[in-house]
């Protein structure tokens, strides 16, 4: 047992010891040592070229910035030990996983900021309040105006169309659940000029009732992979065959269901809303 203390106190003295010859000759905000544990925060940290100590497992790529730095798991279940050695001044999550996640961080002793990424306008806000943090207003401000003026354009194109109805379905493997505006892909749809067809509550997400859903009278139904895409697109299209009363959804009859796919679409704000934005105003407007 002392030999082990005496191994971990060693490990943790070099640790330190390279943690302070890094950090020489670094100006303040280059000495910060960040855990980005999503994806949508590496891609912003880069665009703020800003570098990390500890990225997100993943199946996406990341920056080549990211390249040699070390993996931290799962952003739903990221390893709080491998987090831990990593010696981090800020431990970066996102205000969706909140809920899941502070326990486990605070009973690891791991300090952690959770950033609203829950729409695309709290996306601009964070960005913005990233730069001004770590001294990157200008980068900051040059990614904000990119988005804003994507969404300037987007609503100067649909104004001009009526609003479809739009019925989102979050699709998990072997269940689904109905994405209300609150969510993030049901904010990429009210930016994008549609209505969603689903209204009154505060969730972002609320469970599936078909006869619910059948009410609502949807022009268009967007089923959104989240995990294991072919599985859950796969499930999907069971679903929509063997449960008959989707045959009888306006949106069915008329071939105007369509799949999203990550990483262009996902459950929380990221950097490729600009894209998003463009294939789903290819979606809702169809001439």
Known sequence: MLLFFIAGCAGGQTAVEEKEAKDEGQTEEEKVRIVATTTAIAEV???LEL????IPTTSFPLPERYQDVVEVGNPMKPDMEVIKTLNADKVLSVTTLEYDLKDSFVNAGIETEFLNFQSVESMITTIKELGGTYHREAQAEALSQNVESKIEEVQEK???????????LLGIPGSYLVATENSYV?????????????TGFNEEYISA???YLHEADADVILRLSHGMPDEVVEMFNSEFKDNNIWQHFNAVKNNRVYDLREPLFATTANLNVTNALDELVDILYVD
């Open 45 to 47: 940290m880069n665009e």
């Open 51 to 54: 570098d990390l100590v500890g």
């Open 158 to 168: 649909t104004a001009q169309y009526q609003s479809p109805k739009v019925l989102i």
């Open 186 to 198: 049901g904010n990429l749809v009210k930016v994008a000029g549609g209505e969603n067809a689903i």
């Open 209 to 211: 009732n078909t006869e």
